[in-house]
């Protein structure tokens, strides 16, 4: 490897050429030695494709380290050089097809797997074919992993060759390694394909059993998450399955140890007897526990699917506590998650063992594990309360611990206010000792605890006034959260001890709604000064018994834990998210040859054209610049818009509460002819959980009987409850907007609720450079306000009778005025094809009258029926050397033309 460094050497003036020289030289050493260099500057990010017509030719050599070199070029370059890499196309089928090496073959179908270019894969089909058949197995587990690539490139050209079926023949295979790669070809497949293409029958699934154990780790980490989505058909199966996979816990590889783990819990589900299941559980607990002795980064992985496992299952791991004690050379990230464990574990049988460890850790150097050691201190007393007062103990002691520094009384002081909560009037007696290190408070969330444990307890604190003063003088420097505490505190001093407090409640009622800017501040100075006047029904509200607190830190829904722990091994289980809330997944329709441009349609629903007049919007969650998005003005956020009228009372309080105007509700166009047949569009993710704050958002535009509807999924992929939603659009070409509500109900974490929100039409004639051919929506709840937009389907907006006869057509054309034509030019087409925008255009009812070929240019003519009745007539000249189009408009509305320009300008750039 030493020797090859050279090649990475600076280049010298001339080199191209001297490489040209000795690529042409014919000589294999120099050919070869050129060659490095190429691949060296190709590998530092210098261009050197003006080489390749010189080394296309040195493709046809018998020499194995030349080919492969001359391989590695062509996988990089040949995507921008498609027209001569079609040069070495005989090669790679002479290659992968008559070459008695082995090797050879296998290289060939690898490297044309590679090359993403359509022109190459059609010249692919019939030397992969005869690679699946080959007598090599090296060649065969080579050749299925190319399908999986030729499936990413043209999945209708697979389906159309019968390569999936092949696929699955290789489940069958007598070499393992063939049937490994077999099974991550096909699980690749199926993640992309709209229908499950891998499904596993009592032959197959035999079948990669038995190849579990000759196939690579990787081989067998894919067979294992195979094996995890399979469905046993009874207790049984599901036992003799996992007696073959658990002989894989012992495997030295840590990915296939938490695969088989993996499918042990899923399986676990399904197998009936006590004993299988605790004989289970006692195998899975050793090999995890082995995993803790690894690097910190496999600790890390392991502790948090340890943590899944124990929620799923509390029995199921039979640990000693100390293997979760942690060590001083830990990093901070494995220490935190063995806390949690520790935690989990913690019961009245260990917890003088865990207090003890927690003590220890409350005296580290590390600020930020002192003050997680000691909130694992309070979650154990509010977890076990037989063990409260021991834990209240230990935090008494750190509080007076003569080593004792400030974020260690600080933290102790939350903590108990946490315990104080969860037990109360059981602990108070303690409060003279808290109350002790006061001057020592400098963090607004421990003046906040202390705050709310004086104002709680202020009728058993002989100068709780005094102390409360304190804390006053600096009112109006302190944080929120100390002075929303240091109010209700006061109010609750004044109802118990009314006489001597009175100066002090309206000294700090006056401040509040006088001299704070904050509107949360403010607001609740107001309610306790009106709550105030009646001290009877004050008493009931400020000091009304309070819910007890619980650790609900592990509380995961049920059906959210389900889905985690059957990712086990997954990235999804070290997030504790479902996969859906931060990977996007596509499942890619198939087309087939005759529909290879028009739209499909698969049950019912007509999927979108692969090409949308938004496939290159980004969906984001702030606005987009001045100038192009006009929400805040559609939200009645802008001062210089009159407010709507609101369609009902319901409607005017969600306006109130948030400060965002409901949608007026807009009457329906008169219904002209029949009303358009029933259509659902394919519904879409338009707001990702990650850029919602954990609401993610599913829409799809839908047509019954005659009435247009925006069907609308909201799943809250966030821990706390989400309510009060607004929905508005911003103006847009054809005046959308919704016409009623959302419910305002709150939808919980892990749940999902549907909404059907029916939509009206506006004024369509909106002036130029105003209006969008996108739909651009806000969205508030009770977080925040959300900006996103959607594609706007041109098919349910222009009627489905838009269709002339030539004759017609003509006659139409010839009475329109002059007045009424129009001319433009559309700029960047998507194609130039007349043929295949005829196909694009009638998807979305814009109807083909008739197509003239003439020398120079191509013609389309060309009818639409907008919404509201109005005809419009096209002209589009297309020349087959340009990438614009010229477009003649005629209507029976003059002034809708700025409109139709702008739906043309979607429909046909790129």
């Not at 441009?597 to 949308?612: F, K, M, N, Q, Y």
Request: glycine share 4%; charged share 25%; hydrophobic share 40%.
């Amino acid at each position: 490897m030493s020797k090859d460094i050279k090649f990475f050497n600076p280049a010298k003036k001339g080199e191209i050429h001297e490489l040209k020289q000795d690529l042409d030289s014919g000589k294999p050493d120099k050919q070869k030695s050129a060659l490095k260099s190429v691949i060296a500057a190709m590998t530092v990010g210098k261009d050197v494709s003006v080489l390749f017509p010189d080394i296309v030719k040195c493709i046809q050599t018998p020499d194995l380290e030349l080919k492969k070199l001359v391989y590695l070029y062509l996988m990089n370059y040949a995507k921008s050089q498609p027209d001569l890499a079609i040069l070495a196309v005989n090669t790679f089928v002479t290659d992968s097809t008559r070459n008695p090496n082995p090797l050879i073959r296998a290289l060939a179908i690898r490297t044309m797997g590679c090359i993403r270019v359509e022109k190459i894969t059609e010249y692919l089909c019939q030397p992969l074919h005869q690679a699946l058949k080959d007598a090599d197995p090296y060649v065969r587990k080579t050749a299925v992993i190319c399908v999986a690539k030729l499936y990413d490139i043209s999945p209708e050209l697979v389906t159309r060759q019968g390569f999936l079926d092949a696929l699955l023949d290789k489940l069958e295979d007598i070499n393992p390694m063939v049937v490994s790669n077999a099974v991550a070809a096909l699980s690749e497949i199926n993640e992309q394909s709209p229908e499950p293409v891998l499904i596993l029958n009592a032959n197959k699934l035999n079948r990669i059993i038995v190849a579990l154990d000759d196939c690579t780790e990787w081989g067998q980490i894919y067979i294992l998450n195979c094996l995890a989505t399979y469905k046993p058909r009874d207790s049984r199966e599901a036992e003799g399955i996992t007696e073959r996979v658990a002989s894989r816990l012992n495997h030295n590889n840590s990915a296939v140890v938490l695969a088989a783990i993996r499918v042990l819990m899923n399986f676990l589900d399904y197998v009936k007897s006590s004993e299988v299941t605790l004989l289970l559980c006692r195998k899975m607990s050793s090999p995890l526990g082995t995993l803790l002795s690894r690097e910190p980064e496999i600790q890390y992985v392991a502790l948090r699917n340890i943590s899944l496992i124990l929620q799923k299952r509390p029995n199921a791991l039979d640990y000693d506590m100390e293997n979760f004690f942690c060590k001083y050379s830990d990093p901070i990230y494995v220490k935190m998650e063995k806390l949690e464990i520790m935690i989990m574990l913690a019961s009245d049988k260990t917890i003088d063992h865990v207090l003890l460890e927690l003590k220890r850790y409350a005296t580290e150097a590390d600020v930020e594990f002192v003050r997680k050691a000691i909130r694992a201190i309070g979650r154990c007393a509010i977890k076990l309360q037989n063990a409260a007062e021991r834990c209240i103990h230990v935090l008494l002691e750190l509080i007076q611990s003569d080593e004792k520094y400030n974020a260690v009384v600080q933290e102790a002081i939350v903590v108990i206010k946490d315990i104080f909560r969860k037990y109360p009037n059981r602990y108070e007696s303690i409060i003279g000792q808290l109350c002790e290190n006061l001057s020592s408070l400098d963090e607004p969330e421990a003046k906040a605890a202390m705050i709310w444990i004086i104002g709680e307890y202020a009728d058993r604190i002989e100068n709780a006034d005094e102390l409360l003063y304190g804390f006053l003088e600096s009112f109006l420097d302190e944080s929120l959260n100390v002075q929303l505490q240091l109010l209700t505190a006061t109010v609750k001093l004044f109802l118990k001890r009314p006489k001597t407090s009175k100066n002090m409640v309206l000294n700090v009622l006056n401040m509040v709604t006088q001299e704070c800017d904050n509107p949360d501040l403010r607001d609740r100075g107001f309610f306790y000064w009106r709550l105030l006047t009646d001290p009877k029904t004050a008493r009931s509200v400020v000091l009304a018994d309070k819910p007890l607190i619980e650790d609900d830190t592990h509380l995961i829904d049920q059906s959210i834990l389900d889905d985690l722990v059957s990712s086990l091994s997954s990235v999804a289980s070290v997030y504790h998210k479902p996969a859906e809330a931060f990977v996007s997944r596509s499942k890619r329709p198939i087309r087939r040859a005759a529909q290879e441009e028009a739209p499909v349609e698969r049950d019912g629903v007509i999927i979108e054209d692969t090409l949308p007049p938004a496939a290159l919007l980004q969906i984001d969650s702030t606005p987009s610049p001045a100038g192009t998005v006009d929400l805040l003005s559609g939200l009645g956020l802008n001062p210089s818009t009159p407010s709507p009228s609101y369609s009902s009372s319901s409607s005017s309080s969600s306006s109130s509460a948030f400060g965002v105007a409901a949608a007026p509700v807009a009457a329906a166009p008169p219904q002209t002819s029949a009303p358009a047949p029933d259509l659902t569009l394919e519904a879409k993710v338009i707001l990702p959980a990650d850029k919602g704050d954990g609401m993610q958002l599913t829409a799809a535009f839908a047509l019954r009987s005659g009435q247009l509807y925006y069907l609308l999924t909201i799943t809250n992929q966030s821990s706390a409850p989400i309510s009060q939603f607004v929905i508005q659009f911003n103006k847009n070409v054809f005046g959308l907007a919704p016409a009623g509500t959302l419910p305002a109900n709150p939808i919980n974490p892990g749940q999902s609720s549907d909404f059907v929100l029916p939509l009206s039409y506006g004024s369509l004639f909106s002036p130029p450079g105003s209006a969008s051919p996108f739909l651009q929506i806000g969205l508030k709840n009770n977080i925040k306000l959300y900006f996103f937009q959607d594609v706007l389907p041109f098919r349910l907006f222009f009627r489905s009778t838009g269709r002339f006869e030539k004759k017609e057509f003509l006659d139409l054309w010839k009475s329109l005025p002059p007045t009424t034509e129009v001319e433009t030019v559309i700029n960047n087409l998507r194609s130039n094809d007349v043929e295949r925008v005829q196909r694009h255009l009638e998807a979305n009812h814009v109807f083909t009258i008739a197509i003239r070929k003439l020398e120079d240019k191509n013609v389309l003519y060309s009818s639409f029926v907008l919404h509201d009745g109005a005809v419009v007539l096209l002209e589009l000249n297309f020349v087959p050397t340009s990438n614009d189009c010229s477009a003649t408009i005629k209507t029976q509305h003059s002034n809708s033309t700025a409109v139709v320009i702008e739906v043309l300008n979607a429909l046909l750039r790129a």
